[in-house]
């Protein structure tokens, strides 16, 4: 399998995660270079990017960048991966798997969180393994100044799935996963650059977390 790892970096050494790596990587760093050993700054496999505050711009940009040379396979993952979203053990597991594979494992996210009303509503659960189910309620937007592309999550599902969000919503916190070629261009670029340019256009919009919550409908699930 010919993977590429793309890893995106903020003020930290990410060589945790280099090491466990069994297929060649491109760090994508928007925080302090001195962070990075400089064997990795001079092996021709590190890129200063844009700081966005948030790894899915940096995704973007590989995928517009090389849209027609991808690699058959994409492993995108942040330098805290480690324990943040996955834990290395779950992750060896699942780096040789081909296909689709979420890169999340927060063990105690099984247990179901509930909001109290008249009667007990489900918040948010890890439904199986890598796999996290939402209510899409906005509630980050809540306290973050309204986006320019996207306001609401509805919003982006509107624009590009032709359908209103569902109540509740399935996705890989972190948005870190390995992605088949075949996944990604069955999209054309010119998505990508509207996604891009949703994310880029302010430090953490509100469109970045709409766009981590939608990644498994562009790159999993079928297209309709």
Not at 197 to 203: G, S
Request: proline fraction near 8%; glycine fraction near 4%.
């Amino acid at each position: 399998m010919n993977r590429l790892w793309i890893i995106s970096n903020y003020n930290q050494d990410p060589s945790s995660v280099i090491t466990r790596l069994t297929a060649p990587f491109l760090v994508c760093n928007q925080g302090d270079p001195s962070h990075i050993p400089d064997s990795v700054k001079l092996s021709g496999n590190f890129k200063q990017t844009k700081h966005t505050g948030h790894n899915i711009s940096d995704y973007l940009q590989f995928i517009l960048e090389n849209y027609n040379n991808l690699p058959e396979s994409l492993g995108f993952a942040k330098g805290n991966i480690f324990p943040r979203h996955i834990d290395e053990n779950s992750f060896v597991k699942r780096q040789p798997l081909d296909d689709f594979v979420p890169l999340y494992s927060d063990r105690t996210t099984f247990s179901p969180s509930y909001r109290r009303l008249s009667v007990k509503k489900l918040i948010a659960q890890q439904v199986a393994p890598g796999y996290y189910l939402e209510i899409t309620n906005n509630w980050y937007v809540k306290h973050r100044k309204k986006g320019q592309y996207y306001p609401r999550i509805n919003d982006l599902f509107k624009q590009f799935f032709r359908r209103d969000v569902p109540e509740y919503i399935l996705f890989v916190p972190g948005a870190c996963m390995i992605v088949p070629r075949e996944k990604i261009v069955r999209w054309p670029i010119e998505v990508y650059q509207k996604l891009y340019e949703a994310v880029t256009y302010d430090f953490f919009p509100v469109e970045a977390f709409h766009v981590e919550r939608s990644m498994l409908y562009f790159f999993n699930f079928p297209l309709e």
